[in-house]
């Protein structure tokens, strides 16, 4: 098996994103992150390449999945034969977005204090 080529727009602190993330370090797959948050223009990129402004979108060996949660990610990369299926538990959920909590501690700027949990 070849090693993908892989991109990643996610957002700094985000449920759908850090279960992209998850996938990635289940897998131990290396990838480029762009963080849409921090640097504007890779939202723009973004965008320009999935031809729409939701996240997280992953480009992988060229082919670009818009808003695709961890799960959809997985699934896709076993589908085109880029990964083998493993038992192993992700160790952040990969199907669901931020909680009530995540969501105020980053209202309240205490981002570095948000965990991910099961």
């Known amino acids: 098996m070849s090693t993908p080529k892989i991109t990643a727009y996610l957002k700094t602190y985000c449920g759908w994103s850090e279960g992209v993330r998850a996938i990635f370090r289940k897998y131990g797959l290396d ?3 762009k963080d849409i948050i921090k640097n504007p223009a890779f939202r723009w ?6 031809g729409q402004p939701l996240s997280p979108c992953v480009e992988i060996n060229g082919t670009m999945l ?9 699934q896709w990369m076993i589908s085109q034969g880029l ?7 992700p160790d952040a959920p990969i199907d669901r977005a931020c909680s009530d909590a995540q969501h105020a501690a980053m209202a309240a ?3 570095g ?6």
Do not use: C, H, W
């Open 31 to 33: 990838y480029e992150e």
């Open 45 to 50: 990129e973004m965008e320009q390449k999935s």
């Open 66 to 74: 818009p808003d695709i949660s961890g799960e959809e990610v997985e």
């Open 83 to 89: 990964l083998t299926p493993s038992e192993a538990e």
């Open 109 to 111: 700027g205490q981002a």
């Open 113 to 118: 204090s948000i965990r991910f949990v099961n």
